[in-house]
């Protein structure tokens, strides 16, 4: 049986937002750790905000700013997507290149998502990190926030009030002051701590699995426990089911295989027709083949 998270040994704080594309690339590390440690680790996110105005922004490390920033924007997508392996459309920015623009929205939307059910926020945060990553999705919208809330089971209704009234954005902005005080100054970061004790540990940046499991290690030791993984196309079927879309990278970080090698295993399953493939961006998704599957992983 599975652990409940008041069973958790570990808890692992990502400091993130929708739109930053590293964070996008550890979502296989973090279907690893869920699929590994099989709820001794429980997950939580404080959205720190990356851009509050891009006509105020500049990075200086990737060159990202000034009057062509949706151009230097998409290049850095393309070339973190081509060392984290998740799927990107940079052209979602070029869409966006007149109006203003600012990661604030989608973060204060997910903070209105949390209001009504903490599983169910994260599985709108990745449903926001997929709109934006692959889909062209301006999750920056109201409406389009709405969409995809109500497409994962929240009440649009009621996102969208705890949005307008600013009850949302209050919550926001306690989370950009809990960045402030962890002296949080990259997205992701992650902070690991135990339970029990409340060591942590901080790890910074875009991170391998084996830095997550060495932590763990270092904090829990013998306590946690972790999940053999078969690998083999019924396992795949069933982790496509669960989760209901995931990217080849993924089932390749889950299942510790080639790309190619998972890219091929996923398109026999697409041939069975027990799954379907899903252009997106630079990529594809794979869902179920069923559309009756209606119970997916939370993470």
Known sequence: MAKTKKDSILELVQYTDPYCTWCWGAEPILRRIHETYDGQVRQRFVVGGLVRDMREFFDAANNIGGAQ???SVAQHWDEASARHGMPVDGRIFYDQKDEIFSTYPACIAFKAAQFQDDGLSQRYLRRLREGAAAERLII???????????????????????IQTGKAEEAFK??????RAARIRSFPTFLIRNVASGASILLAGYQPFEGFASAFHQLAGNQLRSTSIQVDNDSI?????????VAVREVAEVFQLADEDARDRLARLAGEQLIKQQAAGNGIFCLPGSLDVTETTQM
């Not at 409406?143 to 009440?155: C, F, K, S, W």
């Not at 306690?174 to 960045?179: M, N, P, R, V």
């Not at 079927?237 to 879309?245: A, E, I, M």
């Open 174 to 179: 306690a989370d950009l002051q809990e960045c």
């Open 140 to 162: 920056q919208k109201v409406d389009v926030q709405t969409r995809l809330a109500e497409e994962i089971g929240l009440n649009p209704a009621k996102l969208r009030e705890d």
């Open 237 to 245: 079927l069933h982790f496509v089911q669960r989760y209901g879309k």
């Open 69 to 71: 920033w949706y151009v």
